[in-house]
Each structure stands twice: as C-alpha cells, then as structure tokens.
C-alpha cells in the first residue's frame, strides 16, 4: 500500500523532521490477529488518541492488518504524528473530510475496509460554547456520513469512540457509572458526542451494523495538541509563563495515559463483543488544582515536600505559577465511570498519573514549542474561533486567588458564560 493518497482528495506534504528525533510510542498490548479483519481505517487517525492506535497496529501487527489513516488534517492534527509510519506496506495516509460523502465512501471502497475505529470529531469543550454548529457538524451530521457509507460497503466490525463526558456530572461520594446508566449530557461537545452515539444505535438496531461503542476517561500524553489542561500547562510552564484555573480549581476528572488507551483499544478491536458499550476508566482521580500541584512538582518549580494542599498553594513559587479566572457558572465538578467490563476482557490500566506526567513533560519540553508549529494562539484561557482558525481571548483577567462558584471577572460581561479546563 502507498503510504499516503494524492490527487484527488488532497496532498499531505512532507512533515517537518523533527519527528526523526522522537520517541516512537505505541502501547504493550498484542493478540492473536482477527481472521475477519484485514484492512482497518481509523477516522482521525493523524490526531492525538487515534495516532497513539495506528501506531500501535501498524507497528503491532505488520503483515495482519493494513492501517487506512483517514484525516482532514484539521488544526488539532499533524503528519509529525505518523511520519514514523511512512514507509510502512501496510500504512495509508488519506486526506479526506467525515462531512464529505464521496470522501468516505471513496476511502471505504478504495481500500476494501471492512473495520472502522471511528475517532474523529471536535473535542475541546471550550470552543463547543461559541462554536457549537460545528460540533454538531462534525460529530453527528460527520457519524451519520460514515454510518451511511459504512452500511453501503458492510461494514464488519464498527467502532464508535464516545466520552464519559455524555454520562454529565457525578458528583463526589456517587457509585461509578456502569454503561447501562442514563445520558445526561451537560454541554454542546458532549450533547454532540450523545446524539452521535444515538445514530449509530439506531444503525445497528435498523441495519444490523455490527457496532461497539466505548467512552473514555480524559486522555492525557505525548501527541496531544496542547489545547487540553495537562498538555495546554506543560506548554506553558515550559515558557515561564503561569497557568490559569477557571474558578477555583475545584472540578475533578480522572487520567488515563494514552498508551493505556491505545491497550484499551486494542483489546476491544479483538476481544469486545459485537453490540456493546465499554467504559475505559482510570483510577487516578484529581482536581484541577492538584493536577497544577503535580505538575509544578514534575518541573521542579515548588517545593513538594509538604502533603498540605493549603501550605503548598501558600508557597511564593505556586502562586508566582498558577493564576485563576472566572468559570462558568455551571461547571460539572466529576465524572466517573465503571471500567470493570472492560477489565473482564484482560485490560487494565498500567501507567499511574506521577509515571504519566513525567514522560508528557519530558515530551512537551523536547517537542512541544515545534510540532505543530506556532501554538501561541491556544496557550490562552478563552481560545475562540473565528473564519474557522482558532485565536485567542485576551478578554479575561488573572487573579492571584481561587474564584468564588459563579463569580464574574470584572474584565468580562457578567452574562458571558467561560468555558472550563478540560
């Protein structure tokens, strides 16, 4: 196979070379090959999650299955994530748009898919609250495209990657979250990701599409464009520059490293069940304010000898390195999911959150400031859309304390609802 398709959808270039420098990073797992399944396309497969599994099945299994890496190559995407697999038989790049029909279907009957992981979509949560046409465009009308385009070709195996995000809040002290439970999606992104997961029920309920469907905990590591809090903070505190907490720094979410992702994938592409929801869970559970802790400890940059939140946030250097802003006046404070189905199948999370961190910020210290180019424009609190690129918001002021639930920054309308950290 070639690795990448020109013409007539698109040329991809060349990548920048620094992706020559680092490490290759794919996860542990291997299984014995599916004999129905031979040519895999993974939808968004040159962004941060998805680019963690095509490595991993390329690298994993080279003379099983051939890699269809199927990416607009939007901003949140970069070539540098699969360079490595350029010279690979069994890998393909091809440039094509989920909204697009004729792109699909050209894809699908092109390389004789017979397995799709679907991963594409918009997924950063601040953009979904001044940009939500786009959400529903890509995540649902996009889902409806490649389900459509999936029925005509029969598909074997559908994949569907969701979020714990459509499960809405759970607060502290709640039992985890089986995936019999209630959607009860709180913000656009997520009521998106919600009603995505509705039309591809309804296409294996009317049309027999054989589907799984898996939501996952927060991802975090290396690959990951730095819109998100771990990689967005790394990024900053590389440069010297502090990091600002919506409210008070309060809202909790649970970590999983990517690698332990791409296992978790891995394992339901071989193991999951035809018809099924699986919940990819982690245990390592923290707010936001002490995920700053931990990676201020990581740099070096405060003195962690203390086990005393209060005193640590006392310190001159936490307060010199972390800064708060106005929240929402909503903001879910928890999620939590039961992964225990999962586990039955053989996975489990290996990479605790301290392990985690140091190997991201390792990452973003070497090859964050390059490999997407200029990220200056998404480093800020309240990053925007406008004409379809994203810019900052300088709209926002920084307070040297936490922020009451509900308090309004004097530099913004008090109507204005912020978008949140994660």
Not at 29 to 46: L, Y
Not at 146 to 173: C, M, N, P, Q, W
Not at 311 to 336: G, S
Not at 385 to 405: A, C, L, T, W
Request: proline share 6%; glycine share 8%.
């Amino acid at each position: 196979m070639r690795h990448q398709q020109k013409g007539d959808i698109g040329d991809i270039g060349d990548p920048s070379p620094i992706w020559k420098a680092a490490p290759v990073l794919i996860g542990t797992t291997k299984f014995e090959p599916r004999s129905d399944v031979r040519n895999i396309m993974v939808t968004g497969g040159a962004g941060f999650i998805a680019s963690w599994v095509v490595r991993h099945l390329s690298i994993t299994y080279p003379d099983a299955y051939n890699i269809i890496c199927f990416d607009k190559l939007d901003y949140c995407s970069s070539t540098n994530n699969t360079a490595i697999l350029s010279d690979r038989p069994n890998f393909t790049t091809f440039v094509g748009d989920l909204t697009h029909p004729d792109d699909v279907l050209n894809c699908l009957e092109k390389y004789n898919i017979d397995t799709v992981m679907h991963f594409a979509a918009q997924s950063h949560v601040d953009l979904s609250f001044g940009n939500s046409y786009s959400f529903t465009e890509t995540n649902v009308f996009g889902t409806h495209v490649l389900l459509e385009s999936a029925k005509k070709v029969g598909i074997r195996r559908f994949i569907h990657v969701s979020t714990d995000e459509v499960y809405g809040e759970v607060k502290g002290g709640e039992d985890d979250l089986p995936e019999a439970s209630i959607l009860a999606p709180t913000n656009p992104y997520s009521a998106s990701k919600a009603a995505a997961e509705m039309m591809v029920q309804s296409y294996q309920a009317s049309f027999k599409l054989p589907c799984i469907i898996v939501r996952s905990n927060n991802v975090y590591g290396p690959h990951q464009y730095p819109e998100k809090i771990i990689s967005k903070f790394a990024c900053l505190l590389n440069r010297r520059q502090p990091v600002v907490l919506h409210g008070d720094g309060s809202p909790v979410r649970r970590y999983l490293y990517a690698g332990d992702a791409a296992d978790a994938f891995d394992t339901i592409l071989h193991k999951g069940q035809i018809g099924q929801i699986y919940n990819v869970g982690s245990s390592d559970e923290v707010s936001n304010l002490n995920l700053c802790v931990k990676l201020l400890s990581v740099m070096g940059m405060v003195d962690n000898c203390s086990t005393d939140l209060g005193a640590i946030m006392k310190q001159p250097a936490f307060r010199k390195w972390v800064k708060y802003t106005h929240d929402r006046p909503f903001n879910d404070c928890r999620y939590a999911v039961d992964g225990s189905k999962l586990r039955r199948l053989g996975w489990d999370q290996r990479t605790r959150l301290d392990e985690g961190l140091r190997i991201t910020v390792d990452w973003y210290q070497r090859f964050g400031e390059t490999w997407w180019g200029d990220i200056s424009h998404v480093l800020t609190p309240f990053p925007m859309v406008e004409k379809g690129f994203i810019v900052p918001d300088f709209d926002h002021r920084m307070h040297d304390d936490p922020m009451r639930p509900g308090e309004a920054s004097p530099a913004r309308d008090s109507g204005e609802k912020g978008p949140r950290n994660d």
